[in-house]
């Protein structure tokens, strides 16, 4: 199954760059900022010891050479049923994807993210040291955006995030925000040049 | 002997030789560039072996590493040579030779040589191979570079700590903050570096294990500062170096067993640099002091090496240039003394050493070249010697032909052992069970390697063979026991004088460009011991049989690239641990499987290559990636680095 998603994720990839000729886009021409609420789908071992259900997202984008590359935080809290602590996650992640313009105002994004995930605990019984620790997390998403006009947007989204704790947490979550996108000058472009 | 030292003697008298900056006719070396370094995410001087086509290693811990650059195996010696711009540097101490103290870091790496064939180089004969780095030189004005590095392990128990499913917590490995100051005029340029680096030594594999001994962290600690001064005198390029590094480490002590907390201090300082006598003559010179101590860190049982080495070398090096030969003579006054507390019965060995190189061309496409060292320490005679040929067949291919020989002193590789029998005692010493086999001699050690290259355009192949006979080398060869109780190692040393093995290794690769900026290679290496006797026996299996990697280098623009790489490492097994698996519960195990790992590695510039960072994933699949039987097994890491490269600030 992997293999096959992988597989169809290049297969999109090429459409988008070769058919539609949408990498003609000048890469770092535009900036697109989203703000996400998310709510978790999917069960996890954890799920017995704490509860969490909606979290934040902040996230931007930018055309890439080739796609779109992004930069995101997720923030999801978890409260324990427990005596065990309350904790936080703040995941960093970049992303790289492509989006397909289905029409005038509709787009698909599909994309690949990665990224450090930071565990807060909340206990005062622990060191300065162990309230944080921090994980690697990989994960794949797909979002449809629906443009207002030519710069506000509205999106939805399906996102799974895979955390490489020993016994791994892996999330599947449903988002919906809001998206604005402008144009950057030319010192932001010749930066990132 | 007396006529082939006869021989050598006459052919020097009839003017043969080489210069310092061609020492061989052969080039049996891989050059990695500061292009490939940043492209495959290496973080540190250790790192760089991973992009070496050719060299074999094993690791304890992660990040030092037993390493065998003249592709026999890892176990037999440390001594390969590491030279910084032309001067060689002292880190060997009882066969560890961690690169990592070098004192200087990743960024300021322009390329990096390595030398797989036994050859004269720098006025050193260099038989267990060589690693040269080439630092950049500072663009004029003054300049700044600076790097911040931290690399991550995972299989953290993140909120799992709380629960039934609690694992250990695993650190990150690394954590790396670099420095260098740079300036530059017309005839000069000035460098001064700082390097911090801490690893942290997490894996269950060895965490007990050294917890047992260390009554600090389980966090290894790296510090080390260079500066650099470089100027033109009389036309020729004159060199100062100095260096300072220091190293709160676990030491892995094989004949003990186990690691011991020391405290590594290096130091170096150097002059080198040349004159022109005449147009076709010049004159090179070396002198270095280095320092090279085994210093006491805070422990359970109060172990320590009380054992420190000194040396000051000399070299001064004769050199005849024409178009048709070089020919040079040099004189090398190299003196360890030997720092302990316990009375040494003689604390000095005093290596005096003569050579003479030629290469010389036979025709416009054929050269060879002949060198050899007379080496002396008291009344004891070694002598080395190789000879290489280079056949340019046509302008596409080229075929390379090296001999050597290398007979040796038991005392020069200056291992542990000649420091013992020359009275040094620490209580680590009086810890080891030793007795000896056979008769103590001079080691003879010959090799034969054949090199074909074939460049077309972006195609290139190579393939290559090594054959080393050893004969009357020592083994220190042992058996361990396990003590489930502290996760320690036991065993006696016996240490055999008159050990023989014979090494062939088989080589090919190929580089080709699949499109326009899509570099590929492929390359595969054989190494197998042929025949082993009298103690390395135990060694014969412990060097991969087949090493097969396949990169990729995609770069669309210049500030952006991807870079990735699939390897095979065949499987090892260690003798030496062959009761490890009953003894420890299958905790470790004496054969160590076959690796399959991928690596991948995104760099991107910024503000026209003044920001470069780097993401880089190893061993995606999270496939068991162990390298020594006691050693940690290496999960999916990832490393983020960042490196700010503000050049020419004030011209």
Do not use: C
Not at chain 2, 124 to 139: Q, V
Not at chain 2, 308 to 323: D, R
Not at chain 2, 369 to 384: P, R, T, W
Not at chain 2, 610 to 616: A, D, G, S, Y
């Amino acid at each position: 199954m992997k293999y096959i998603l992988t597989i169809l994720f290049f297969l999109f990839i090429s459409l988008e760059s070769n058919v539609y000729g949408q990498n003609n886009i000048q890469e770092f021409s535009t900036i697109t900022i989203m703000a996400k609420t998310s709510y978790r789908l999917h069960e996890n071992v954890i799920n017995s010891e704490w509860s969490s259900s909606y979290g934040l997202e902040l996230y931007s984008e930018m055309p890439f050479y080739a796609g779109q590359i992004g930069l995101g935080l997720h923030f999801v809290p978890f409260n324990s049923n427990t005596e065990n602590p309350d904790f936080n996650i703040y995941s960093f992640y970049l992303s790289w994807g492509s989006s397909l313009r289905i029409s005038n105002s509709i787009s698909f994004f599909i994309g690949i993210k990665a990224g450090a995930a930071f565990f807060s605990f909340a206990s005062s019984e622990l060191t300065q040291y162990e309230r944080l620790e921090s994980e690697l997390s990989l994960g794949a998403n797909s979002r449809f955006s629906y443009y207002l006009n030519s710069n506000l947007g509205l999106n939805l989204e399906l996102a799974y995030v895979k955390y490489f704790t020993n016994y791994q947490i892996k999330q599947l979550s449903a988002l919906a925000g809001i998206e604005y996108k402008f144009s950057t000058s030319k010192w932001f472009r010749d930066f990132f040049n | 002997m007396k006529t082939l030292l006869s021989i050598l003697l006459i052919l020097t008298s009839l003017s043969l030789g080489q210069s310092r900056s061609s020492t061989t006719a052969t080039n049996n070396k891989q050059l990695i560039y500061e292009e490939q370094i940043k492209s495959a995410g290496i973080i540190n001087l250790s790192n760089i072996i991973l992009l070496s086509d050719r060299i074999n290693f094993s690791t304890i811990d992660g990040n030092q590493n037993y390493i065998s650059v003249n592709q026999m195996s890892s176990f037999f010696r440390q001594g390969f040579s590491l030279f910084i711009d032309g001067q060689k540097f002292e880190n060997n101490i009882f066969d560890m030779n961690d690169i990592n103290l070098l004192p200087i870091s990743i960024e300021q790496i322009d390329s990096v040589e390595i030398i797989y064939s036994p050859q004269l180089y720098y006025g050193t004969f260099a038989d267990k191979g060589i690693i040269h780095f080439h630092t950049k030189s500072p663009e004029k004005g003054f300049s700044v570079n600076a790097s911040y590095i931290v690399a991550n392990e995972t299989g953290d128990p993140g909120p799992y700590q709380f629960t039934d499913y609690s694992t250990p917590n695993v650190d990150k490995l690394n954590f790396i903050n670099t420095a260098t100051l740079m300036s530059a005029g017309e005839n000069w340029s000035l460098k001064g570096n700082f390097k911090l680096e801490e690893n942290f030594v997490t894996d269950p594999a060895i965490r007990k294990r050294i917890t047992t001994l260390s009554s600090g962290s389980n966090k290894s600690h790296l510090k080390s500062g260079s500066f650099q001064l470089m100027f033109n005198l009389l036309n020729k390029p004159q060199q100062i170096f100095v260096g300072y590094s220091t190293q709160n480490t676990f030491f892995h002590f094989k004949p003990y067993g186990n690691e011991i907390p020391v405290n590594r201090i290096v130091s170096h300082t150097g002059f080198s640099g040349g004159f022109d006598l005449s147009n076709k003559i010049e004159l090179n010179y070396s002198l270095i002091m280095s320092k090279n101590d085994l210093g006491e860190s805070v422990n359970n049982k109060d172990l320590k090496f009380d054992f420190g080495l000194n040396n000051y070398y000399g070299n001064i090096e004769g050199v005849y240039n024409s178009s048709l030969l070089n020919w040079s003579v040099g004189l090398t006054y190299n003196e360890y003394i030997g720092k302990s507390t316990t009375e040494l019965t003689s604390a000095q060995m005093l290596f005096t050493e003569f050579y003479s190189s030629l290469n010389y061309l036979i025709t416009e496409n054929f050269n060879q070249s002949f060198g050899f060292m007379l080496k002396k320490l008291n009344n004891d005679v070694s002598l080395k010697a190789e000879f290489g040929s280079n056949w340019q067949l046509n302008y596409r291919q080229n075929l390379e032909f090296n001999f050597a020989f290398a007979n040796s002193m038991f005392e020069e590789d200056l291992n542990f052992w000649s420091w013992v029998m020359r009275g040094y005692r620490s209580n680590i010493v009086e810890l080891i069970n030793f007795y000896e086999v056979g008769k103590k001699e001079n080691s003879n050690k010959f090799s034969i390697d054949l090199t074909y290259n074939y460049i077309y355009n972006d195609f290139k192949f190579e393939a290559g063979s090594s054959f080393r006979t050893d004969s009357d080398i020592y083994s220190d060869e042992q058996l361990f026991q396990y003590d489930k109780n502290n996760s320690s190692l036991y065993s006696p040393v016996r240490l055999n004088y008159n050990t023989r093995a014979s090494y062939l290794s088989l080589n090919a690769g190929v580089e080709f460009l699949l499109f326009e900026r899509f570099k590929n290679k492929i390359f595969y290496n054989f190494s197998r011991v042929l025949n082993s006797t009298n103690g390395s026996s135990n060694y014969s299996e412990v060097q991969p049989l087949h090493n097969i990697s396949y990169s990729i280098m995609f770069k669309p623009v210049d500030s952006f690239g991807i870079w990735a790489r699939v390897r095979y490492i065949s499987s090892t097994v260690w003798t030496e641990y062959k009761y490890i698996d009953i003894q420890s519960a299958e905790k470790y195990s004496y054969k160590i499987d076959p690796k399959l790992l991928l690596d991948l590695s995104i760099e991107k510039w910024f503000w026209n290559k003044k920001i470069w960072t780097n993401l880089l994933f190893r061993n995606i699949a999270n496939n068991v990636e162990r390298y020594h039987p006691i050693g940690t097994s290496l999960d999916l890491r990832f490393v983020f680095q960042l490196h700010l490269y503000f050049n020419s600030l004030f011209e």
